[in-house]
């Protein structure tokens, strides 16, 4: 190695926890291609700065290597900010200070990928300093980066269709750095998250993501805002109007034609999530005004009570048995892997719990057994099939689809949600359609799990709730005794006259003429 490739050497090493001097160092910034240019733009800066504190925070020891904590960072924005020239700066430094490090980056299609997040990554390696010592491979059978003295020193470029998520399986740097950069990260299939993390179980791994916030649900989702995900990723949000060079005219005429605080001018300038999509069944915004509120007891405790309970066995999904009191929610339990009698149990002694007016049950899957076996025990239960005809079968589908169109109804009326991240994640997952007559349609879970969402047990567990009306046990009971009272006063057709005068005062103040 001749001298200046020893100090080249020497100085990526020197810039190992500080990706922001790497990038002002390895460009000829203000030179040739680069004449217009000054370097990073400041929202760049700061990514770049936060990451090298990240680094340094994790002290990770090559020669006597122990796993750290992940890097995991996300990034939020409206277009033109570029996502995609940083991408390609981080792909060449974690390269070039890192020996023996690997690496994948995607994307949401493979245009995407091979048109622009990749050919940033070719271009920007070959005005680097450190170019000259990798392959690039541009065509779309094989995009990689490679050492050319270790092959195993390298980057590659992955589709992210679901059928193609083992693809992302089993990448570890024991000794280095195992990294995965993820491009317009809102669109790529839940499933691709999934297995791509088990990559981070060793070494120094890292996991970023950016992309605009076209769906407000999901894993990228999940990552910002009051998202499951949260407190494990350091998040950025990006408004294009804020960055240097951005078409700010244009971002004026969007302004204009579809309003300040539109979804179209959230998503595509001002890097924030959707309200809602122009397929979600329930509007985001209505689950977030009802998680956790409170309201008083006084306002429902009149109401009827209404167990409903989603039932499963096996797989990912659970058994969810929730109560709805008017506009107030509670007693949400959740279950897996249960068999029918233990099901059957945990549904018999929430009855007990709650006294319930009615307990609606889901009688796919086990849950006729279910049923079964509740009503065998004496349990006044209500078995309700998803899939037959809705009370208002000419909005609806089927039932399912109403039982959903009643829960958005109930939020936007004022209901209160409990708590519960699985709870509000499955209110908005499910897309709203139309079948052939028009009415509305509710995703089907199949559909779901094909976009990588978990199926919405305890949705389909509230929405049970409004399967069908429900009046409570207590005006049940007036009502039974009105009629009683009834019989007795018109027992005695003899009485005179003042006396049946008196007994039509009496029927009128109970409600019967």
Wanted: with cysteine; net charge positive.
């Amino acid at each position: 190695m001749d001298q200046s490739e020893l100090e080249l050497t020497e100085d990526m090493g020197r810039f190992y926890d500080n990706p922001l001097e790497f990038v002002r160092y390895a460009y000829e910034w203000g030179k040739g291609e680069l004449i217009s240019s000054n370097g990073p733009f400041r929202w760049q800066k700061d990514h770049l700065t936060e990451w090298g504190k990240q680094i340094k925070l994790r002290k990770f020891n090559h020669t006597n290597p122990e796993p750290v904590k992940p890097i995991q960072m996300a990034v939020a924005s409206g277009h033109g900010i570029g996502k995609s020239a940083l991408t390609a700066w981080m792909v060449n430094f974690l390269m070039s200070t890192r020996p023996f490090c690997k690496g994948t980056l995607t994307a949401n299609t493979a245009t995407q990928l091979s048109s622009k997040t990749w050919a940033e990554v070719a271009k920007w390696t070959r005005r680097c300093i450190t170019g000259h010592w990798f392959n690039v491979s541009t065509g779309k059978g094989s995009m990689k980066m490679q050492n050319k003295q270790y092959p195993d020193w390298s980057c590659t470029a992955q589709t992210c269709r679901e059928e193609n998520s083992e693809a992302f399986a089993g990448q570890h740097a024991e000794n280095s750095t195992s990294f995965y950069i993820f491009d317009e990260a809102s669109a790529v299939p839940d499933r691709i998250y999934e297995v791509a993390q088990g990559g981070l179980v060793r070494g120094e791994p890292m996991f970023f993501l950016f992309g605009n916030p076209t769906r407000n649900t999901g894993f990228f989702k999940e990552c910002f805002g009051n998202g499951k995900r949260r407190h494990r990723w350091i998040t950025q949000q990006i408004d294009s109007r804020n960055v240097e060079m951005t078409n700010k005219a244009q971002h004026a005429e969007w302004i204009k034609d579809y309003g300040e605080d539109s979804d179209f001018v959230r998503v595509r300038i001002k890097g924030q999530f959707p309200r809602t999509s122009a397929r979600q069944f329930i509007p985001s915004d209505l689950v977030d005004a009802a998680r956790g509120k409170k309201i008083h007891p006084s306002t429902y405790i009149h109401r009827p009570k209404i167990l409903g309970v989603d039932i499963a066995r096996e797989g990912d999904d659970q058994t969810v048995i929730i109560c709805r009191q008017g506009l107030a929610t509670y007693g949400l339990q959740k279950f897996r892997g249960l068999r029918t009698q233990a099901i059957a149990g945990a549904i018999a002694e929430s009855i007990k719990k709650y006294n319930p007016d009615a307990t609606f049950l889901d009688m796919g899957n086990i849950g006729a057994s279910v049923y079964d076996l509740l009503q065998d025990w004496g349990y006044d239960v209500t078995g309700v099939w998803f899939g037959v005809e809705a009370d208002r079968k000419d909005i609806y589908f089927n039932k399912r689809t109403e039982m959903y169109g009643k829960i958005s109804n109930w939020l936007a009326e004022g209901g209160a949600l409990v708590d519960d991240e699985d709870l509000c994640s499955d209110l908005i997952g499910p897309l709203k359609g139309f079948s052939s007559k028009e009415q509305i349609t509710l995703e089907r879970k199949v559909d779901m799990k094909k976009r990588g969402l978990a199926s919405p047990d305890c949705g389909d567990a509230l929405g049970l709730t409004f399967a069908y009306p429900v009046a409570s046990k207590k005006d049940i009971m007036q009502r039974h005794n009105r009629r009683q009272k009834q019989v007795q006063i018109e027992y005695d057709p003899f009485a005179p006259v003042g006396r049946r005068q008196q007994q039509q005062y009496e029927l009128r103040s109970i409600g019967y003429e």
